[in-house]
Nanobody, 129 residues
Framework: EVQLVESGGGLVQAGGSLRLSCVASEFTFDDRAIGWFHQAPGKERREGVSCISSSILYYADSVKGRFTISRDNAKNTVYLQMNNLKPEDTGVYYC???????????????????????WGQGTQVTVST
């Protein structure tokens, strides 16, 4: 069973930076997309922020130019570098791995968590004004 463990969240002032990490165990990166999903305070939905695979590189419009996703296959780790953070970035960030065979043009590359079948426990990011 795949296990995803996030780290790197914290409290930061607006304009600051954080780097989130997600280590995947019992899993070797393949063609499945893995990415980051944001759950805002008081909201249930986990919105796709960014995801990556061998053929996918997706960023939500709200984070383009500020966030960068990367993947280290040797370490089974995916990162999210978050720069110029804004208060609306506050929330819990979850690492999510999509199931095999996710249809092209769907899933995390359109910001959806529909095909995610493995989740981490989440890491809290709080951006103060």
């Amino acid at each position: 069973e795949v296990q995803l463990v996030e780290s790197g969240g914290g409290l930061v002032q607006a304009g600051g930076s954080l780097r989130l990490s997600c280590v995947a165990s019992e899993f070797t990166f393949d063609d499945r997309a893995i990415g980051w999903f944001h759950q805002a305070p008081g909201k249930e939905r986990r919105e796709g922020v960014s995801c990556i695979s061998s053929s996918i590189l997706y960023y939500a419009d709200s984070v383009k130019g500020r966030f960068t996703i990367s993947r280290d296959n040797a370490k089974n780790t995916v990162y999210l570098q978050m720069n110029n953070l804004k208060p609306e970035d506050t929330g819990v960030y979850y690492c999510g791995l999509e199931e095999p065979g996710t249809p092209g043009g769907e899933g995390c590359q359109v910001g959806s968590n529909w095909y995610v079948d493995s989740w981490g426990q989440g890491t809290q990011v709080t951006v103060s004004t």
